[in-house]
């Protein structure tokens, strides 16, 4: 399946994708801004993930939080994402209503700043404290998406610290701070904006023209510190996390070639055979046969500069001890370091990554999402046409060298949460002092 891609760039520093497809009346915008964590200054933390939830708080010419309403209004939908190194925004609309989405996304890019108050910064600041307390800090195993970067990155990379950033770090932003990262970050040169679905090229590229022409491009942005490691650790890094829980969870990471090389195709599709859906040898091996764990699965961090990871992630079945689910799980990594895989493993994981890749670009919405991904780092959205034959290039004997030079025990990195007695009765009575 190929896809049609049109890029072109305004005189400002957009990057404009257009993908016409005119099978359903609806159409896609996605704007993808590369910034995220990894931009931040260490003593700032969390901006990158607090701007995902400002600009959604008006504009000099919306109030807060009219987007989403004018949005769902004219039978669309919407949101905004962060990562480590990009930050998007998004919606899905009828198609007569692509104007709408377009003026949303350039109003806010040009005119955010003088709707900026010290309240709406409050206001979110709390939104994303809060956030932070229900999904990392009382979520069972919730803060295992930044220890396990933190284990694996040095303290100076820009991928060590957290997301979400902070609690010191969010209470200390000021609203100058605040504006300086998006007078930095949030310009037109800094920014992918991509057009999926059933538009009228034409009168598309005029409204972007007239939309975001006028906007100016941004000055001059830092340069993100060293994102250079090694490509193996050296040695095996364990951390043990005694957490609220009921079982064991166990999470290893191997450091793997970034994404968009032939090294990582290979990493990927070593995921796809360890713990790729029911077919995959984590869950034949530990979930089936010797039931040590209740699921097991394996996936790529998809990074673009320094280094990728590949992670396995097993929780325990019940009565199985967090000894017996890592010596299980190194088993199975061992198995694969030493022995590597079969072409028949292989063509099992290319097939199912082919279907997903291909499905995924049906949807508008995740057609334009996957342009403004390869735009936005490789400055070509036109490689998206490129992955199925990326993977089919990859045999088995690659992917059986991957797993030799970067899977073995000089490259492991295990993150194991074990139940903690005293943890467990501080949540209970935590939870019941919340709903009395």
């Known amino acids: 399946m190929r896809i049609p891609v049109e890029s072109s760039h305004l005189s ?7 993908s016409e497809d005119h099978t359903a009346p609806i159409v896609a915008v996605n704007l993808w801004y590369h910034v995220g964590s990894a931009n931040e200054r260490l003593e700032r933390t969390g901006f990158a993930h607090l701007f995902e939830h400002m600009l959604f708080q008006g504009s000099a010419s919306v109030e807060a939080n009219e987007h989403f309403e004018l949005v769902q209004r004219a039978g669309g939908t919407l949101n905004g994402s ?10 899905t609309l009828p198609s007569h209503q692509l104007a709408l989405a377009l003026w949303l996304e ?9 709707a900026m108050t010290q309240q709406k910064l409050d206001t979110q600041r709390d939104v994303v404290k809060n956030e932070r307390r229900w999904s990392v800090d009382n979520q069972p195993y919730g803060t295992w998406w930044e220890r396990l970067p933190a284990l694996t990155f040095p303290p100076d990379h820009p991928f060590h610290h957290s997301l979400i950033g902070s609690m010191e770090h969010l209470s200390d932003a000021s609203l100058e701070d605040v504006a300086e990262f998006f007078r930095t970050y949030y310009t037109p040169d800094n920014a992918v904006l991509t057009i999926a679905g059933d538009f009228d090229r034409t009168e598309t590229l005029r409204l972007v023209s007239e939309y975001f022409g006028p906007i100016p491009r941004g000055g001059a942005r830092p340069p993100l510190r060293d994102m250079t490691v090694p490509p193996v650790f050296g040695d095996t890094r364990r951390e043990v996390v005694p957490d609220a829980i009921a079982l064991p969870r166990l999470f290893v990471a191997c450091r793997t070639p970034v994404f968009g090389t032939d090294g990582y195709y290979a990493a990927s599709l070593a995921s796809a055979v360890l713990g790729l859906r029911t ?8 979930v089936r046969r010797q039931q040590v764990a209740s699921q097991a699965s394996a996936f790529t961090y998809d990074l673009a500069k320094g280094s990728d990871l590949l992670v396995i992630d097993a929780t325990a079945h019940p009565g199985v001890s967090p000894e017996q689910l890592e ?3 190194l088993a199975e990594l061992d198995l694969i370091h030493r022995d590597g895989v079969s072409e028949a493993e292989v063509q ?11 499905t995924s670009l049906q949807s508008a919405a995740e057609r334009a999402d996957q342009l403004s991904r390869f735009a936005t780092y490789f400055g070509d959205a036109s490689l998206v046409n490129q992955q199925v034959d990326r993977y089919r290039a990859i045999d088995a004997a690659a992917v ?3 797993a030799r030079e970067r899977l073995g025990p000089d490259n492991r990195a295990l993150l194991l949460y074990v139940p903690d007695e005293q943890a ?8 019941a002092e919340a709903v009395s």
């Not at 400002?12 to 257009?18: Q, R």
């Not at 350039?106 to 003088?114: G, H, K, Q, S, T």
């Open 12 to 18: 400002n520093g957009l990057h404009v994708v257009l």
């Open 424 to 431: 467990a009765d501080a949540a209970d009575a935590a939870h």
């Open 400 to 402: 059986s060298r991957l």
């Open 279 to 286: 077919g995959s040898r984590l869950e034949q091996s530990l």
């Open 348 to 358: 099992r994981a290319r097939a199912l990554i082919e279907t997903s890749v291909v």
């Open 82 to 91: 962060t990562w480590l190194d990009r930050t998007n925004y998004y919606e």
């Open 106 to 114: 350039a109003d806010r890019m040009a005119r955010l700043l003088p």
């Open 327 to 329: 010596a299980a799980v």
